[in-house]
């Protein structure tokens, strides 16, 4: 049992009910995710942003969630004025 060339989760001879818990679980997911992948590969354009607008929409990265409640509590409020200041002084210059 090992993941193949291709990158798919090969079991040799071995069914899905002579597997342990963890390799269960790790032929399933992989099994899942490359259809997924194989799904994805081929979406239109149009169809691909749908996927990136629904995904943004219900399961957002931590690091939005995050940046989303400090910006509605205000937390960066202070940091972005002092920035914002910063570029009206010409205190900034272009990366």
Excluded at 52 to 78: F, K, N, T
């Amino acid at each position: 049992m090992a993941w193949n060339a291709s990158g798919a989760f090969d079991l040799g001879s071995r069914s899905l009910y002579s597997l342990d818990k963890q390799e269960f679980g790790a032929a399933m997911a992989n099994s899942a995710v490359e259809k997924i992948a194989n799904a994805i590969g081929r979406l239109t354009p149009q169809e691909l942003q749908e996927l990136y607008v629904w995904l943004d929409q219900h399961h957002p990265q931590p690091i939005d969630e995050r940046i989303a409640v400090d910006l509605a509590s205000g937390s960066m409020d202070r940091a972005i004025f002092r920035a914002l200041d910063d570029e009206n002084m010409g205190r900034t210059q272009p990366l």
